[in-house]
């Protein structure tokens, strides 16, 4: 059992982030009141979590590009009924002894 011999060393801690439109009171109002924002924000989130579990992204990373990596991406749109949308993401998490600094774009 375990991982394989060449399995890279896993990382010292994750950043899971999870999107359920249902839960968030914000976008049960969009979809009372602006239903096609709620779709447009509920595309948003696909774009996202699409992009960083994409082998573009991987690439990207692989190649020395500060994006986050990502362990695991499960997109569950449904553009029937957006408010029903669900996104997860495990990504790597933004360590500052890894390198990651936040820097504010309006002063």
Same mark, same amino acid.
Request: net charge negative; proline share 9%; with cysteine.
């Given at each position: 059992?375990?991982?394989?011999?060449?399995?890279?060393?896993?990382?010292?801690?994750?950043?899971?982030?999870?999107?359920?439109?249902?839960?968030?009171?914000?976008?049960?109002?969009?979809?009372?009141?602006?239903? &096609?924002?709620?779709?447009?924000?509920?595309?948003?989130?696909?774009?996202?979590?699409?992009? &960083?579990?994409?082998?573009?992204?991987?690439?990207?990373?692989?190649?020395?590009?500060?994006?986050?990596?990502?362990?695991?991406?499960? &997109?569950?749109?449904?553009?029937?009924?957006?408010?029903?949308?669900?996104?997860?993401?495990? &990504?790597?998490?933004?360590?500052?002894?890894?390198?990651?600094?936040?820097?504010?774009?309006?002063?």
């Amino acid at each position: 059992g375990g991982p394989p011999a060449d399995a890279p060393e896993p990382p010292a801690s994750a950043f899971y982030k999870r999107v359920a439109m249902a839960e968030l009171e914000h976008a049960r109002l969009k979809a009372r009141t602006a239903p &096609l924002k709620l779709a447009r924000d509920t595309r948003s989130y696909a774009v996202e979590a699409g992009f &960083l579990g994409s082998a573009a992204c991987e690439a990207l990373v692989e190649a020395g590009v500060p994006v986050a990596r990502a362990f695991a991406v499960d &997109l569950r749109p449904c553009e029937r009924d957006p408010i029903e949308s669900r996104f997860a993401m495990l &990504l790597q998490e933004f360590r500052a002894d890894e390198g990651w600094a936040q820097h504010w774009l309006c002063p």
